[in-house]
């Protein structure tokens, strides 16, 4: 049984659930108090992860850290598809791979923000934001030009792949940081197709997507 240390709400946290659902993966949660309670600094957790961080996923004894590693570990070990994480494309690899150290700049930036609005932490807010933004720019061009290449994903497959599970959390969840999206409107239809993929879930902040328009 997989067992993920898990804050609520937490991104990072949110994007290996969701993979997760996607993949329908039976896991149960040990939940984490990261605020106010700051347990993944505390000495039991800082066993399980030295660098005192969140996510930490334990598969039947394997523990990893770091969401962006765990999510290529669920989806090469548990995908039978081989869509999410494609071991025979070495160059669809090198995209996703790209685009995983993306979402990590979407973390020091856009999670930032959050961490700074909604539990106090001591960020650079103006800096955090500009970051957010400058980010946010380089994906929605990327988005608006696969769109026009009839692609609706981050990477050149027809497919989602984890690095739109990467990428996506701390972009829902941005306005929550004072990142507002409306100025990347390919940005926010990947967002609802996202929603749509079956297995999605939901997490405070996240909602469903809304009802598909019917042409009149």
Not at 7 to 25: A, D, P, T, V
Not at 77 to 90: A, C, E, I, Q, V
Not at 185 to 192: K, Y
């Amino acid at each position: 049984m997989i067992t993920l240390y898990d804050y609520e709400l937490s991104g990072n946290c949110y994007k290996l659930r969701l993979l997760m659902s996607f993949l329908g993966i039976d896991y149960k949660t040990v939940p984490v108090d990261f605020y106010p309670g700051r347990e993944h600094k505390s000495e039991w957790f800082l066993r399980l992860n030295p660098l005192g961080q969140l996510p930490v996923l334990d598969d039947d004894g394997l523990v990893l850290r770091d969401a962006q590693a765990i999510l290529v570990y669920l989806a090469a070990k548990y995908d039978p598809s081989g869509t999410w994480y494609p071991r025979d494309n070495p160059a669809l690899l090198g995209e996703i791979s790209q685009w995983l150290a993306f979402a990590d700049g979407i973390t020091s930036t856009a999670s930032a923000a959050r961490l700074h609005d909604a539990l106090f932490y001591d960020f650079d807010i103006d800096a955090a934001r500009a970051g957010a933004h400058r980010l946010f720019r380089i994906l929605d061009e990327q988005l608006w030009f696969g769109e026009q290449q009839g692609r609706d994903w981050i990477c050149s497959a027809g497919h989602p792949t984890i690095a739109d599970v990467a990428c996506f959390p701390y972009i829902i969840l941005s306005e929550e940081g004072g990142v507002p999206r409306q100025d990347y409107p390919a940005i926010r239809r990947w967002c609802d197709r996202i929603k749509r993929i079956k297995g999605f879930t939901v997490m405070s902040g996240v909602f469903p997507a809304g009802p598909t328009k019917v042409a009149a």
